[in-house]
Every structure is written in C-alpha cells, then in structure tokens.
C-alpha cells in the first residue's frame, strides 16, 4: 500500500533531550516535507526536500533539523526540545513539487 | 510567509444539499493549489487540484473554481453526506512551499 509512514503516533519527552520523528515513504517521491499544526495556525512549514541531499528551510525551521541521506527517509531532529515545541507533526511526500502531497497519520509531541 | 485564509472557521449543511467552501490567496505568483479534507486523529487527505492555467476543475461530486484575478479558490461539494463532515483547507504552492490556510469545519446535519 502506497503511504507515508511516520513514527511514532505519540511522544511525550521532556526540555532538552533530543528527539528524532521518523518518516518514510514507499512511493519514489522526490519531494518531503515537514509541518507543524497548531490550533488556529493550520499547518506551517519547517523543512523541505526536493530530492535526496536537497534539504531547504520552510516558514518555521528554528528548533529543527531534518536529513535526507536516502530518498524514502526524512527523519524531523529536535536536538534540544522546547514546551513551545508542542504540536501535531506531519510528514508529507510528493511525486514532484507541484503534485498532490500525501500525508502520514501525525505525531504529537508533548515537550515538558 | 504567505497568507491563505478561510472566508467561515465553520459551515453547517444539510445532507443532501450543496456545500461551498472558500479560500483566498494573497501571492499571486502561486501556481498550484489543492484543496484537503482532514478528519479528526488523521492527516490530511487530498481531495482535488488545480494549476494557476485552469479556472475550473471537477472530481467525483467535487468541484474546484479558481479566481486569480481576485485570488480566490473555492470548493463545491454536491449531495454532502455525513461523511463529508470535517475540516477543509487549501493549500497554495509557491517557489517549492505549500502554504495552507487554517480550515474550515464543516458540519453535515442529517
């Protein structure tokens, strides 16, 4: 089945320990991004990739850092998670830039 | 950053009535948009597009109008059905950014 896997669902951490959500996806899509939601904001852009190595900043990028060694991978970074860090994530992929993006189920995150 | 945005956070509908949901743009340069349906512990889930070289564009009881000379998009949603009750929003795509608006919640009474 063609998705967007990420991992994991929940994740409740505490200030300053780093954390890695991790993303796949089985579609040979070349473009990957990450975005964050939060009530009355919608979503908001942290990082994209337009193919593998290609990594560039979005709306929100402060407090993150994303990788893209292989094609089907885009783990989001927080070295050092913050409270204001607090959010529903979302990875999303896309064959090219301008075709639809597919979604993975979310990860919240509680920072303490 | 850019600006997309709702006409309405909510819309309540009777089933079986049509729905219409807007969405403005304030980058005219964007040339790509996507209309989403995102339910309640999923993610977004994509319902229809369109490119900034067609005005109009039709799905299975969805409909997509694009209005760039008043950067306005909206979707139409023919025969609403209960299962149509969730947030929507558009997203616009500029200089290889999605940029999404915040949603509207659509409510369908039975």
């Known amino acids: 089945e063609a998705q967007v896997t990420q991992n994991p669902r929940y994740l409740i951490t505490v200030t300053g320990k780093k954390l890695t959500v991790t993303c796949s996806q089985n579609?040979?899509?070349?473009?990957m991004s990450w975005y964050r939601q939060d009530p009355g904001l919608g979503l908001r852009q942290i990082y994209y990739?337009?193919?593998?190595?290609?990594?560039d900043k979005g709306d929100v990028p402060e407090g993150y850092k994303v990788s893209r060694k292989e094609k089907r991978n885009f783990p989001l970074i927080l070295e050092s998670p913050s409270p204001n860090q607090t959010s529903l994530y979302f990875c999303?992929?896309?064959?090219?830039?301008?075709?639809?993006?597919?979604f993975g189920n979310g990860t919240r995150l509680t920072v303490t | 950053g850019e600006s997309v945005g709702l006409h309405l956070p909510t819309l309540s509908v009777q089933e079986g009535d049509n729905s219409i949901i807007n969405c403005a743009y304030s980058n005219s340069a964007s040339d790509y948009f996507i209309w989403y349906k995102q339910e309640s512990g999923k993610g977004p889930q994509f319902i229809i597009d369109i490119r900034s070289n067609m005005d109009k564009r039709q799905g299975q009881r969805v409909t997509v109008l694009l209005n760039k000379t008043v950067k306005h998009l909206s979707l139409q949603i023919a025969a609403t059905q209960p299962g149509d009750s969730a947030v929507y929003f558009c997203a616009e795509n500029q200089s290889n950014q999605f940029y999404f608006g915040t949603g509207t919640s659509l409510t369908v009474i039975p």
């Open positions: 999303a992929s896309s064959l090219v830039r301008n075709s639809p993006l597919h």
């Open positions: 579609m040979n899509h070349e473009y």
């Open positions: 990739s337009m193919n593998v190595e290609v990594t």
